[in-house]
């Protein structure tokens, strides 16, 4: 955190003043673990082997908090009879498909669920059915979990004494009782007295009186299993009470800027605002079908068609009418997976001939950086909009195979448009971070030359396309012809104003301005583009710009900024009380039940209906947030509780399972399964793996970043002062692999992998450990990730060594954990390059 | 010290303890105030990549890397600070100590060198030739001449901004409040308080460098809490303003001249005999 993060890692500074214990755990030695009491060194990609070894702590000591666990997760639903748990398949769930390498989860789902009809529907509906399969998979459906998870047919049967055999609870101890200290030793290198120390710190600083959080980046989401990585964390923080309560959550350290807000108003191709799903070409033929199949009919997600009708007002206004559906046929539909990786494999395949590369740098940010820019030279034209002249624009003069004479220039046919992007301090915008708080920025100066804001290359944009269409009779041009496209703009470029563009995400109805997404309808009678931003401009107000100092309001500092949803600074805040409304402590006091007059209140803005007596107990056949209990504080579930299983939803698995990374130096040691058998793998020429256990490539290497540059390195290596903090590609090795390998400090190094070789400044330093697991020594190899061919401070890119390898469930790239070889000196050059990588394979499959 | 009537003397405290090497002062110190960049150079030495502080680099992170020592010795530094491992990884921002005895400042001919109404010691650029006498008068090897220019350089504390009411650009740009900015004074009590706090839990290691009036520099302006020996941060232990001794050295000087006066006298006297 302090490497990506520095800025807010003051807050970690400020809480360890204040007495806090922080815990580092990271393959490597950082400037985090520096500054941390304890720092554990694990293996890349060993995460939920340490992560259930500390759930195995909890349930096999009864730590867990009981109440807590009994009110308000789904501990006591009893599962199907025809469940199998990877303790009974070594490794796999019930219902898996090995030609397909897909699970069928109608196996996983609450006992007599399905006989449940979902509460409103008036038709039956298998639980799941929508949140499995090729379909769920392809798309991503999963990601389309932000905010609430997939809906289930209906509430589960509760054991309240956690007896039954098949109940959540107990599936979930026999699961995780392997997973001992002595094999978190085994897996991760982590040894048994440290590990045990960890157990004792975060259990004992959990329960009523206290809370512990954990925070994670993309060290947990870069991996074949990366959903479940976070899954884990969620289990154990579920079982310690520490969700819903002030210092306790999972907090998702974004990549950068803004990449919250990227997936709130999404950049993706299977989300729609306000995580509504991006509508299936074979699923959903009208609105009624996009309602149905996913809309859960209890929780708040019981109220999506109010959210989508009134984000198709935004996009279409006065022509979406209840007659034509709201034009909800204008929007495009999924076909399948068309996913970042995806869409490089359709380059290269020659589907896709058009790209644009908005402040993206896959040419270097990207996992196997030749299966990129062989498909950015496969296009017919490309746009990049950046900041500077990135590798992405000028692959085609000096990249990589340039130099190797896989390409050549003039054989390239991509016509490369590079448009120079406006600054966030040339263009005012908001920025929303990690706990979904709007931060509003406002313009300093003019853009430099030709620099533009991106809404401003948009909106021109389309306005240019909708001018040429405007005489158009074709029907595929009346979604563009019919769009809301009227933006006052300003200064001396013609920008779109910022602010009318937050006016139509807040949304508004009859009167002016909404105050609160409990305001849509689906009537047509309310315009929002973005529900769960709806309330950010309340009363004509930008509240995203508020910035009433932390030292003149209270600790939940409710007047900086705005917090999606509600400006609730916390969510699920309910479970800061008990089930009859009162604080679990005064120390933890946060939002309560106020009997006298008769509401919800505290320090937070209620995550609950402010009204709902903690003792409601839901009619028969209510529905949406009416179907929501009054001590079940997850309301966007549609069962309203926490998920400790998850009976429907994910790709890979119900519970996490530890899976070794796709290339991997040791065996599981937990199962006979070796990887994630729903892993998503991509077949190309230029996209080789690695055997497991590969003699070849003996070492793991883990990518990650530096606190002197940012990401890809457009930002950070074109600037002087700071590309001379850290001035070219380094790697990093343990005294022990230097001496083994014969890598000498600031020397060269040669690291290979069947994609390519990277050649790298050593720096040899302590920081590196080699670890014992599998009863051998596994070294690791750290490759900072940020540099490229251009800029001031140059070098070897090294995601070019990874392959693209994903999750099932969200298309992420196994960035953190590969293998490789390292061997002292400067790779060759040109075509004896390609012949060392060749010779690498071959050795490496034969 | 001088007087500065009303204006209290200004300093830095520079809490190591909280240092994460981020490196944010470095660069802010540039952008505000318009140092060059430097050649390129990977140095090898963990992640300084800057190396010491000079004409182009008026803060300066140290990281010293201090790998577990094996053979069952006791682990380096306090439970505190240290992992599993016993490895310890110290930064620290380094800067212009400001000294209440400057020797650059004794020995610049020019007046270049001056001491600001904040009790700051700032080069004039207009008026600085180039002598380079500044240079080996510094105890902490601060200051340096650049050599593309001729003339010396090093921190001006941000005279500018703080004239304006502004605190430094390193300080202002510290996530962490390693760096701190205030009245001397008050930064020494500060400091004390913290190395308390730090003694209270067990980092034993943790002490003050360069806050004592009665050093060799007389104390500096900006002063450092360390959590080991200050050689190990590349800090020389016992600094001493080389024109300690000049004082002494005019008076003996002037007792010498006047030695040599009365000489001149006796011997004239004695011819009058």
Redesign the interface.
């Given at each position: 955190m302090?490497e990506a993060h520095?800025?807010g890692?003051?807050w970690v500074?400020e809480a360890k003043?204040r007495g806090a214990k922080i815990i580092?755990v990271d393959p490597r030695?950082t400037?985090?673990?520096?500054?941390?009491?304890?720092?554990?060194?694990l293996r890349a990609g060993s995460d939920i082997a340490f992560l259930g070894g500390l759930v195995n702590h909890v349930l096999a000591n009864e730590l867990d908090f009981r109440e807590y666990v009994l009110a308000y997760t789904n501990a006591g639903a009893v599962l199907r009879e025809d469940f199998r748990d990877t303790e009974d398949l070594d490794g796999l769930f019930s219902g898996y498909d090995p030609e397909h390498h897909q699970y069928d989860v109608s196996t996983w789902a609450y006992e007599d669920a399905e006989a449940l009809p979902p509460a409103g529907s008036g038709e039956a509906e298998l639980p799941g059915e929508q949140h499995s399969g090729e379909g769920h998979q392809s798309t991503a459906r999963a990601e389309s979990y932000g905010s609430g998870g997939a809906s289930v047919g209906g509430k589960p049967r509760i054991d309240e004494t956690l007896q039954h055999p098949r109940c959540v609870y107990q599936v979930l101890k026999r699961h995780f009782s392997r997973y001992t200290p002595e094999v978190v030793a085994d897996v991760c290198g982590i040894?048994v007295g440290?590990f045990r120390e960890i157990a004792e710190a975060v259990t004992a600083n959990s329960g009523r009186e206290r809370t512990t959080a954990w925070v994670y980046s993309v060290g947990w989401t870069h991996h074949t299993v990366g959903a479940q990585y976070i899954r884990t964390a969620s289990i154990l923080q579920t079982l310690l009470g520490n969700i819903g309560r002030p210092g306790g959550g999972i907090l998702a350290l974004r990549g950068h800027a803004s990449i919250q807000g990227s997936t709130d108003i999404p950049t993706l191709f299977n989300l729609l605002p306000g995580y509504l799903p991006m509508p299936h070409a074979h699923q959903h033929f009208g609105l009624d079908e996009y309602v149905t199949t996913d809309a859960g009919s209890t929780g708040f997600w019981g109220n999506m068609r109010s959210y989508a009708v009134s984000l198709l007002k935004a996009y279409w206004g006065e022509h979406a009418q209840p007659h034509n559906d709201f034009r909800f046929d204008h929007l495009p539909r999924l076909t399948g997976d068309h996913g970042t990786y995806a869409t490089v494999k359709a380059q290269l395949e020659g589907e896709c001939r058009g790209y644009f590369l908005v402040g993206e740098n896959p040419a270097v940010g990207s996992a196997n950086g030749k299966m990129q820019r062989l498909g950015l030279a496969n296009l017919d034209w490309l746009v990049v909009r950046d900041l500077q002249m990135i590798e992405s624009a000028t692959f085609w003069q000096d990249g990589p195979e340039i130099e190797t004479g896989e390409l050549a220039g003039s054989e390239i046919g991509t016509e490369v448009f590079f448009l120079p992007a406006a600054a966030h301090t040339e263009k005012a915008g908001s920025f929303t971070n990690t706990q979904r708080l709007l931060q509003w920025h406002h313009q300093a100066v003019e853009p430099p030359g030709d620099a533009r804001s991106d809404l401003w290359f948009y909106y021109h944009l389309g306005r240019i396309i909708r001018e040429k269409l405007a005489d158009s009779t074709e029907p595929r041009d009346l979604p563009v012809q019919e769009l809301t496209w009227s933006y006052p703009t300003e200064g001396p470029t013609a920008d779109p104003s910022a602010e009318s563009v937050l006016a139509e995400i807040n949304g508004h109805g009859p009167s002016g301005p909404l105050a609160a997404y409990t305001q849509l309808t689906d009537d047509g009678s309310t315009s929002c583009g973005c529900w769960i931003y709806c309330g950010v401009r309340a009363d004509g107000h930008n509240h995203a710009a508020d910035r009433t100092p932390g030292s003149e309001q209270d600790w939940v500092a409710a007047k900086w900024a705005w917090a999606w949803p509600a400006n609730r600074r916390i969510l699920y805040n309910r479970a800061s009380a008990d089930p009859d409304g009162k604080p679990w402590s005064e120390r933890k006091n946060l939002v309560y039940w106020d009997e006298e007059n008769d509401r919800w209140t505290g320090a937070d803005v209620p995550d609950f209906e402010a009204t709902k007596r903690p003792d409601y107990v839901p009619p028969e056949g209510a529905r949406a947030q009416d179907a929501i209990g009054g001590a079940e504080p997850f309301i966007m579930q549609t069962d309203g509780r926490a998920w400790l299983y998850v009976p429907a939803g994910l790709a890979d698995g119900p519970l996490p399972t530890h899976y070794e990374p796709f290339e991997s130096p040791v065996d599981n040691a937990l199962y006979s399964q070796q990887a994630n058998p729903a892993r998503q793998t991509l077949s190309t020429a230029s996209n080789p793996y690695h055997p497991a256990r590969s003699a070849v490539f003996p070492y793991v290497f883990t990518t990650y970043r530096?606190?002197?540059h940012h990401t890809a390195g457009g930002m950070s290596r074109t600037l002087?002062?700071?590309?001379?903090?850290?001035?070219?590609f380094?790697c990093e090795v343990s005294p022990e692999l230097a001496a083994e390998r014969g890598l000498e400090?600031?020397g060269w190094a040669t690291v290979i992998s069947a994609r390519t070789a990277i050649e790298a400044?050593v720096?040899v330093?302590?920081?590196m450990?080699p670890l014992q697991v599998r009863g051998r020594v596994v070294h690791q190899v750290g490759l900072p990730y940020h540099w490229g061919t251009n800029g001031?401070?140059r070098g070897d890119a090294a995601n070019d060594l990874l392959s693209v390898v994903m999750d099932p469930n969200v298309h992420i790239q196994e960035a953190k954990a590969a293998t490789c070889d390292i061997v002292p000196g400067r790779r060759p050059r040109g075509r004896d390059l390609l012949a060392l990588v060749e010779d690498y394979r071959r050795r490496a499959d034969g | 010290m001088a007087d500065y009537g009303t204006q209290p003397r200004m300093g830095f405290f520079t809490d190591t303890s909280v240092c994460i090497g981020c490196k944010a002062c470095e660069v802010a110190c540039k952008e505000w105030n318009g140092v060059p960049g430097r050649e390129l150079d990977l140095l090898g030495t963990s992640y300084d990549n800057t190396g010491d502080l000079g004409a182009d680099a008026w803060r300066h992170v140290a990281f010293v890397e201090q790998p577990a020592v094996e053979l069952g010795m006791p682990s380096v530094g306090a439970p505190e600070q240290q992992g599993e491992s016993g490895m310890r990884w110290l930064m620290s921002s380094d800067v212009c100590k400001h000294c209440t005895h400057a020797g650059c400042l004794d020995v610049c001919p020019t007046g270049s060198l001056f001491r600001t109404e904040f009790g700051t010691v700032v080069v004039q650029e207009d008026i600085c030739n180039g002598c380079g006498y500044c240079v080996p008068a510094c105890p902490y090897g601060v200051i340096e001449k650049r050599e593309s220019d001729g003339r010396a350089f090093k921190c001006t504390f941000c005279y500018d901004r703080l004239g304006e009411g502004l605190e430094p650009a390193c300080a202002k740009a510290c996530p962490t409040d390693s760096i701190q900015f205030g009245e001397l004074d008050e930064l020494r009590e500060r400091a004390a308080g913290r190395v308390d706090a730090l003694h209270e839990a067990g980092v034993s290691q943790a002490r003050l460098y360069g806050d004592d009036p009665s050093d060799g520099v007389g104390g500096d302006g900006a002063f450092f809490l360390l959590l080991d020996e200050p050689e190990v941060y590349g800090f020389p232990p016992d600094p001493q303003v080389p024109t300690k001794h000049l004082p002494q050295m005019w008076k003996r000087a002037a007792a010498a001249a006047a030695g040599v006066a009365g000489t001149l006298v006796v011997s004239f006297l004695g011819r009058r005999r």
């Open positions: 302090a520095p800025v890692f003051q500074m003043a580092h030695f400037r985090t673990s520096a500054l941390a009491h304890t720092h554990a060194a040894p440290q530096l606190t002197e002087p002062y700071l590309a001379e903090l850290q001035p070219e380094f400090n600031r400044r720096l330093t302590s920081r450990k001031l401070s | -």
